[in-house]
């Protein structure tokens, strides 16, 4: 069974500082993978999709990018983080084909911007 | 533009009383429907899709497409069903996965 790890789990950055957050994929090869933001008042909104290694697709105009180095790894980056940045951040990876199938989220990463 | 509403934020009830979280989207054929529920603590994770007809935890959700409507109904709540719900759905008709959900909603039960 897939199993997603995301790190770091919780994270305090002043404004303007920089922001990494790493997303492994365990269990399967040729994932799909999605970055989502969880905002208070505002559901799970879709950042990010990436069908392969290289591939990412921006959902949102937004201050973060993201980028995948590897078929598991995919990672939330953002050279200069601002205030509404902050929220809580999930990873996720699709398992089985078309649209039926189901997202398993990583555990999270909560970011605040101070 | 798609789009899943949840129009509840909160639903409080008490233990063994029915419950139904609300969901609606907006037209497209004939949708794929899902709910995730995250509970304390846990990840967010996958509790019914309207393909597969389950029941699971003793919740049921029926697509309604004259209302355009999914909701998620249990006829007696458990304490241990407190926590967040959303509905959700595929985000266009591409095979990349991807689903749009809805605000989510908090459901609370109480003793």
């Known amino acids: 069974s897939q199993t997603i790890h995301q790190w770091p789990a919780t994270l305090v950055q002043p404004v303007g500082s920089p922001l990494s957050l ?11 993978l999605y970055w989502y933001r969880q905002a208070a008042g505002r559901g799970l909104q879709l950042l990010f999709y990436s069908v392969g290694i290289g591939q ?5 105009p937004q ?13 939330l980056s953002s050279k200069k983080l601002l205030l509404s940045d902050s929220g809580f951040y999930l990873c996720a990876s699709r398992f089985g ?6 997202l398993f989220f990583g555990e999270g990463s909560r970011l605040t911007v101070l | 533009a798609q789009r899943v509403t949840q129009p509840e934020k909160l639903l409080s009830v008490f233990k063994g009383a ?11 054929g004939s949708p794929e429907l ?5 509970y304390s603590r846990q990840r967010l994770q ?6 597969s007809r389950e029941s699971i935890k003793g919740f049921t959700a029926d697509l309604n497409k004259g209302e355009t409507s999914f909701h998620l109904k249990k006829p007696f709540a458990q304490e241990e069903d407190s926590a967040m719900y959303y509905c959700a ?7 990349t996965g991807k689903l749009i959900f809805g605000q989510g909603t908090t459901l609370q039960v109480k003793p």
């Open chain 1, 22 to 32: 790493e997303c492994t994929v365990e269990g399967t090869s040729n994932p799909n």
């Open chain 1, 56 to 60: 990412i697709s921006s959902e949102v």
């Open chain 1, 63 to 75: 201050n973060l990018s993201a980028s995948r180095p590897q078929d598991r790894q995919f990672i």
């Open chain 1, 97 to 102: 084909t078309g649209n039926t199938g189901e």
């Open chain 2, 18 to 28: 029915p419950v139904e979280l609300k969901c609606n989207y907006s037209y497209s």
């Open chain 2, 34 to 38: 899902f709910w995730y529920v995250q």
């Open chain 2, 46 to 51: 996958l509790l019914l899709r309207h393909i």
């Open chain 2, 89 to 95: 759905r595929p985000h266009g008709s591409s095979n």
